[in-house]
T-cell receptor, first 114, second 109 residues
Framework: EPEVTQTPSHQVTQMGQEVILRCVPI?????FYWYRQILGQKVEFLVSFYNNEISEKSEIFDDQFSVERPDGSNFTLKIRSTKLEDSAMYFC????????????FGSGTQLSVL | GQSLEQPSEVTAVEGAIVQINCTYQ??????LSWYQQHDGGAPTFLSYNALDGLEETGRFSSFLSRSDSYGYLLLQELQMKDSASYFCAVRNRDDKIIFGKGTRLHILP
């Protein structure tokens, strides 16, 4: 089965530094998402992306966050100035189209902000 | 706003049946999904209900009542490998899917 791939699997950074988390969604999928999960807690919606623009974002997704699909295959999440509370597992997900209900998740990037 | 409520933990015995409930409050409801997540893993899709009634997929079934804003996931013939967290999720727009806090399922031998 096709997979969503995420790199790196682990990222350690200093508070205040910029990080870019990378994702390659499934190639024929049209909707892309970022979620995050603090250990043992809920899977929190950050942002959805369709047709090369943000379609929905949560209150978590403030000016420090941005997403980009630079080349038609990669989908990136940038955090400009990381905070301690940004430490979490970040999941990328994609789905085929508006008529599809199944989100395919990547294996995640564990971000640790020191 | 929107919210989903599900029990934080459920315990059941291997071979038994367990039901995990989910109630939701949301606008523009399209449907209710269920995802499984093993420790250290990514959520994986289990089922989706857009209409009232029961959907069956092997040992797993999911039920929806739109009028009650309620659904459940039913797991039959429990196996130790079913020990995981289970999340209900609401689709309320074409591109926004919100997850509940998850139910940790413990299975006893």
């Amino acid at each position: 089965e096709p997979e969503v791939t995420q790199t790196p699997s682990h990222q350690v950074t200093q508070m205040g530094q910029e990080v870019i988390l990378r994702c390659v969604p499934i190639s024929n999928h049209l909707y892309f998402y970022w979620y995050r999960q603090i250990l043992g807690q809920k899977v929190e919606f950050l942002v959805s992306f369709y047709n090369n623009e943000i379609s929905e974002k949560s209150e978590i997704f403030d000016d420090q966050f941005s997403v980009e699909r630079p080349d038609g295959s990669n989908f990136t999440l940038k955090i400009r100035s990381t905070k301690l509370e940004d430490s979490a597992m970040y999941f990328c997900a994609s789905k085929r189209g508006s008529d599809s209900e199944k989100l395919f998740f990547g294996s995640g990037t564990q971000l640790s902000v020191l | 706003g929107q919210s989903l409520e599900q029990p934080s933990e459920v315990t059941a015995v291997e071979g038994a049946i367990v039901q995990i409930n989910c109630t939701y409050q949301t606008s523009g409801f399209y449907g209710l999904s269920w995802y499984q997540q093993h420790d250290g893993g990514a959520p994986t899709f289990l089922s989706y209900n857009a209409l009232d009634g029961l959907e069956e997929t092997g040992r797993f079934s999911s039920f929806l009542s739109r009028s009650d804003s309620y659904g459940y996931l039913l797991l039959q013939e429990l196996q130790m490998k079913d020990s995981a967290s289970y999340f209900c999720a609401v689709r309320n727009r074409d591109d926004k899917i919100i997850f509940g806090k998850g139910t940790r399922l413990h299975i006893l031998p």
